[in-house]
């Protein structure tokens, strides 16, 4: 088990409000990091992303590390600028 994976266990045993908005907290992770890989891959620079979709890098910054409040009007412009598509699950 890895560092992380413990530290996190262990949290969620001490404080339960952590516990209850660690699921939802993962997932926003996730979108700023699935992001972040896609803009890499894809040789841009947070600035040039930025510049692609009209905003500023600060904007792109935000979305990659707190991407909890994010619009899906934005994701669709920065998967278009990114030359990916956007598909959505519910599951």
């Known amino acids: ?3 992380l994976r413990k530290y996190i266990d262990k949290r ?3 404080d339960p409000e952590f516990a209850f908005n660690y699921k939802e ?4 992770f996730k979108i700023g990091l699935i992001l972040r890989q896609a803009r ?3 040789g841009l620079t947070q600035e040039e992303l930025a510049n692609k979709i009209k905003t500023t ?3 792109i910054s935000r979305i990659e590390n707190h991407s909890d409040d994010i619009k899906l009007s934005t994701l669709t ?10 598909s959505i699950r519910l599951l």
Do not use: R, T, Y
């Open 1 to 3: 088990m890895s560092d």
């Open 57 to 59: 890098k600060s904007a």
């Open 25 to 28: 907290g993962f997932e926003n």
């Open 40 to 42: 890499e891959k894809s």
């Open 77 to 86: 412009k920065v998967a278009k600028a990114l030359g990916k598509n956007l």
């Open 12 to 14: 969620k045993k001490s």
